[in-house]
C-alpha cells in the first residue's frame, strides 16, 4: 500500500532552525513535493525533489533519500511570516499525488 | 492577475440541494483538479482532467461530477448535496497532467451542508 507522514504540529522560536519530516511508503515513486499553506488561503508551491539530496532555496532547503523513503524541509532564520502548515506529497506511479495532513508550524518570539 | 479564481468563497447549503462551484483558470493551463481538505486529512482528490474534454475521477468521486468544456473552467457540481460534503474545496492546475509540474491553487469555497 501507499501511505505518508509527518507530524502534526511543531513548535519553533523566530529566528531559529527547524527541521519538518515526511516519511512515505510506496511501489513507485516519481518525485516528492513541498508546499506552504497559511491559515484559510491556499497551499503554494515550495520545492520538488526527484534525486537524493538537499536543494536549497534561501532561507528554505528540502532534502530526500529516495531509500529511506523519507524527505525534510529545513527552514532557517525563521521569521513569523513562517507560521503556516507545510504540506508533504510524493508522485506515485500513475503521477498521483498522495497528501500528507500536513504539519502546523508555530512560531515563537 | 494570472491565476485560479474560485466562487463562491463560502456557501451554507442546505442538504438535498444542488450546486456548483466554480473554477476558472487564466494561465492555459492543461490540467485542472478539484480536491477537497478536511482537518486532519491530507488534500484528497475528487476529480481531474487532463487536457479539455477529458475528465477523471480521483480518490473520493462519489456524490461530485465535474466538465471541462474549455481550457479555463472546470466547474464542479453537487447533485444532491450531503452534511459529509462539509469540507473547504480546492480548485487547482498545473501545466502539464500526470508529470511532475507544481499544482497552482485557487484559495479555496468553504462549503457547509446542514
Known amino acids: 500500500g501507499q501511505n505518508i507522514d509527518q507530524p502534526t504540529e511543531m513548535t519553533a522560536t523566530e529566528g531559529a532552525i527547524v527541521q519538518i519530516n515526511c516519511t512515505y511508503q510506496?511501489?513507485?515513486?516519481?518525485?516528492l513535493f513541498w508546499y506552504q499553506q497559511h491559515a484559510g488561503e491556499a497551499p503554494t508551491f515550495l520545492s520538488y525533489?526527484?534525486l537524493d539530496g538537499l536543494e536549497e532555496k534561501g532561507r528554505f532547503s528540502s532534502f530526500l533519500s529516495r531509500s529511506k523513503g523519507y524527505s525534510y524541509l529545513l527552514l532557517k532564520e525563521l521569521q513569523m511570516k513562517d507560521s503556516a502548515s507545510y504540506l508533504c506529497a510524493f508522485l506515485d506511479s500513475n503521477y498521483q499525488l498522495i497528501w500528507g495532513a500536513g504539519t502546523k508550524l508555530i512560531i515563537k518570539p | 492577475i494570472a491565476g485560479i479564481t474560485q466562487a463562491p468563497t463560502s456557501q451554507i447549503l442546505a442538504a438535498g440541494r444542488r450546486m456548483t462551484l466554480r473554477c476558472t483558470q487564466d494561465m492555459r493551463h492543461n490540467a485542472m483538479y478539484w480536491y477537497r481538505q478536511d482537518l486532519g486529512l491530507g488534500l484528497r482528490l475528487i476529480h481531474y482532467s487532463n487536457t479539455a474534454g477529458t475528465t477523471g475521477k480521483g480518490e473520493v468521486p462519489d456524490g461530485y461530477s465535474v466538465s471541462r468544456a474549455n481550457t479555463d473552467d472546470f466547474p464542479l457540481t453537487l447533485a444532491s448535496a450531503v452534511p459529509s460534503q462539509t469540507s473547504v474545496y480546492f480548485c487547482a492546475s498545473s501545466q502539464t497532467g500526470a508529470d511532475n509540474s507544481p499544482l497552482h491553487f485557487g484559495n479555496g469555497t468553504r462549503l457547509t451542508v446542514t
Open positions: 510506496t511501489s513507485g515513486f516519481n518525485g
Open positions: 525533489n526527484v
